[in-house]
C-alpha cells in the first residue's frame, strides 16, 4: 500500500500500519511512501499514478496534502472517480478493482467521523454556535461540506486562506453542491496582514468551533493564528494535524483555562482517515468496533 504526501516517513502509521494489517488480515503489512514537494509540477503527479497503475503488486494509496494537486493534474488517469471526488476536486485515496484504477474523496466521511466524536450532535441549534475554517483546501472544504449536509448546520461558516484560488475553489465546491450561498463567507488573508484572523475570531459567538485545515504545524512550520489572537469563549478548537511541530495546538491549549476550549487535536482524523482509506483499498468492512480496536493498537505508538 502507498502513502502520498511531503515527509510520509515522519507519519505513526509506518509503525501502525504493520499491527492493523494482522488486525484486519490484509494481504500486506508493507506501507511504501511517496513523497512529492508542495509545488511539484503535474507529470511528476501523473508519473505517480502511471506507477500505481501499472504495478501489480502496488494494491492503492492514500494521499495526504496533495489531494486537490493530483485531482487537477492526474484524473483523467483514473477509470472511475467517485462523486465526492468530483464534487469537490480532489483525491484522498486511490485503489484498484480488476483491472480499474479507482479514484476517492474520503475527506468528507472523515471529518464527520471525526467531528461527531466530540461535537454534541444539537451543538449549533443549541448554542448559536458558528464555524471558523482557517484554510480552504482539501481538508477545509471537506469539513464545509460535512457541516453543510449536517442536521444540526451551524448558522455561518467563515472560511479564509492566504491563496485567493483555493478560496474560488472552495466557492465553486459549495455552488455546485447546493450549499445555501449564505452559509459560508470566504475571507482572504495575508501573513502580512493579520485583521482578518483577529476580526474574524473577534466576531464568532461563543462556542464556536475553530479549525486549523491549513496544514501549518505539520509539513511546514508555523499557525494560522497570528500572536494575541483571541479564540471564542466556551469554543471548540481543532487541530487538523496531529504531528510536525503543532504551534495552532499549543496556542489553544495556552488559552484553554481561561477561555473554557475544548482543545481537540488530530489524532483521531488520523485514525478515521486511514481506516477509511483501508477499507476502501483492501475491500473489508470497517464497523465502529473494529476502528476501535484498530484506535486501540495505534495508541502503543501515539
Known sequence: MGFVGVTTGSSSINQVFPSWAEILGLPTDRLVGHDLPLNADDERYRDLVRQIRDDPAHLGALVTTHKLR???????????????ARLCGEISSISKRGDKLLAHAKDPLTAGLAAEEFLPEDHFAATGAEVVCLGAGGAGTALVWYLSQREDRPGKIVCTDTDPGRLAHLR??????????DLVEYV?????????????????????????????????PGSPLPPGARLPRQGYVWEFNYR????????????????GLT??????????????AIAEIFDVPMDPTTVQRLSAAAEAVR
Open 70 to 84: 493530483l485531482y487537477d493534474a492526474a484524473h483523467d488517469l483514473f477509470d472511475e472517480v467517485d462523486d465526492f
Open 172 to 181: 465553486a465546491v459549495a455552488e455546485r453542491g447546493g450549499v445555501p450561498a
Open 188 to 220: 482572504p488573508a495575508t501573513p502580512a496582514d493579520p485583521r482578518a484572523v483577529h476580526d474574524l475570531l473577534r466576531a464568532a459567538p461563543d462556542w464556536s468551533l475553530v479549525v486549523n485545515a491549513t496544514g501549518l504545524g505539520k509539513d511546514r
Open 244 to 259: 510536525g511541530s503543532l504551534e495552532f495546538l499549543h496556542q489553544a491549549r495556552a488559552q484553554a483555562a481561561e477561555r
Open 263 to 276: 482543545v481537540v487535536d488530530g489524532w483521531r482524523y488520523f485514525i478515521h482517515g486511514w481506516s477509511q
